[in-house]
């Protein structure tokens, strides 16, 4: 295995001899041990290993930058000649940067190394405990690994930085089958530091594989209606990402994103509050460093509806002249709420139970159109029955505006930990 520092700081003297004033370099180095399942059965056990390095380098207020996989000397004075190449070709902009000096840190998370055995037992144990929950159900594909990473980050302004993290991450592809019929497909995620409990008792799976079952029989929805949703943890990452990206770098600098004048101002429904912490514990799959060379904060972007914090790189920040982020976004937190699930439920006249979406990329407005998959008609206070693909159609910022409770309860991803959001004013069309 290669020393993360040495190999980031012969990159980073490297970048410097071939003529760039401010320079960064990351190497990363990644190992996973994975075992997989295919149609039900255990079928592949592996290790994979895979280095990364990114190079980034200013001189004449120009900058350049690339990635490459190999780490011999050879290869990265390759490398650092082309980033310099790229950065004179390049136009010239005051806003480049690099990150100011910090103090030196080292992050340490997980555990250094997989327990196989126990890799091994949980999967088996997960396809055993859904063949005797839910015999319906086939397990398409189911992924279970172990990954760690170290990585180093060093610049010219003497930012060194290392992460050390090690992380069990799982993901389940199924639907269900009882004789001819066959349910929509779903799949879902989640994260954990060490494989304690069940995989059945993660995320959301043992909730997602019993309603896959009830989704053999399905009901087209028949006329059309502007109702209620109540949106799953599931499906809610769909509106973060819409609001994370209108507050980003790119809507922002060309002036596009309807939320630029909008910071401290109300976006959101004083019920809704959403954080962002890669760093602090609450999110075990986070990150401590960010791409452009700072240790990550957490950081609150919506507190109590108001928009508290734009998610804007150094970058980013110097070229709007608004604050820059303290962390690169993701690791989302979304408040719990005062209301029960089955509290939302019976206040839902007509409305639907939103467990996945599936649509293009909604505009910068917030528009979108697309199909309700796996989801639920709820009437009077009840969920009715399972749907077939429904149309639906609204404005994700509007969403936001219009949410009507946040549940209590909420599902630990891992990666984020999300409630149920209920929210008014979708466009829902069957036949």
């Known amino acids: 295995m290669e020393k993360p520092t040495e190999i980031a700081r012969e990159g980073l003297a490297a970048l410097l001899g071939a003529g760039a004033e401010k320079a960064q370099c990351r190497f990363t180095q990644t190992t996973t041990d994975e075992l997989n399942v295919d149609l039900g059965e255990c079928s592949l056990l592996r290790t994979t290993f895979d280095t990364h390095i990114d190079l980034a380098a200013i001189k004449d207020r120009r900058k350049g930058s690339t990635s490459l996989n190999r780490s011999g000397g050879p290869a990265l004075q390759e490398a650092a000649a082309a980033v310099i190449g790229l950065a004179a070709a390049s136009a010239p902009d005051e806003a480049h940067e690099i990150a100011p000096a910090q103090p030196a840190a080292v992050f340490t998370a997980g555990a250094s190394r997989p327990d196989r055995d126990k890799l091994y037992s949980r999967l088996k144990e997960l396809l055993h405990e859904i063949g005797a929950r839910y015999p319906r159900i086939m397990v ?17 302004n003497g930012v060194d930085f290392v992460t050390r993290k090690g992380i069990y991450r799982a993901s389940v592809f199924f639907s269900s089958r009882e004789g001819e019929r066959v349910s929509s497909f779903n799949i879902t995620g989640f994260s954990s530091r060490d494989l304690e409990r069940s995989l059945l008792e993660c995320g959301s799976l043992d909730t997602l594989l019993r309603q896959s079952t009830e989704q053999l029989v399905t009901r087209p929805l028949q006329g059309k209606f502007v109702g209620e949703v109540i949106i799953t943890p599931d499906c809610l990452g769909d509106l973060l990402a819409f609001l994370s990206g209108a507050i980003g770098d790119g809507p ?139 149309m639906i159609a609204g404005n994700f910022a509007e969403i936001f505006k219009s949410i009507t409770a946040v549940s209590r309860e909420r599902i630990d991803f891992g990666s984020a930990l999300l409630p149920w959001v209920a929210a008014s004013g979708v466009t829902v069309s069957g036949k």
Do not use: W
């Open 252 to 390: 922002l600098i060309s002036g596009t994103s309807i939320y630029r004048d909008r910071l401290g101002k109300r976006i959101a429904a004083p019920v809704f509050s959403l954080h962002s912490r890669p760093a602090g514990g609450e999110i075990c799959d986070g990150y401590f460093v960010t791409a452009d060379g700072y240790a990550a904060g957490d950081l609150t972007i919506v507190e109590n509806g108001v928009l508290k914090s734009f998610l804007l790189s150094l970058y980013g920040s110097r070229k709007t002249g608004l604050p820059r982020a303290v962390n690169d976004g993701s690791a989302f937190v979304v408040d719990p709420g005062e209301t029960a699930f089955e509290e939302m439920v019976r206040s839902v006249k007509r409305g639907l139970l939103l467990a996945r979406f599936s649509g293009g990329v909604p505009g910068e407005s917030g528009d979108f159109a697309g199909v309700a998959k796996n989801s639920y008609l709820i009437e009077d206070g009840e969920i009715k029955y399972p749907l077939s693909e429904t």
């Open 140 to 156: 398409r594909q189911a992924i279970l690994d172990f990954t760690r990473t170290e990585s180093a980050l060093v610049n010219s």
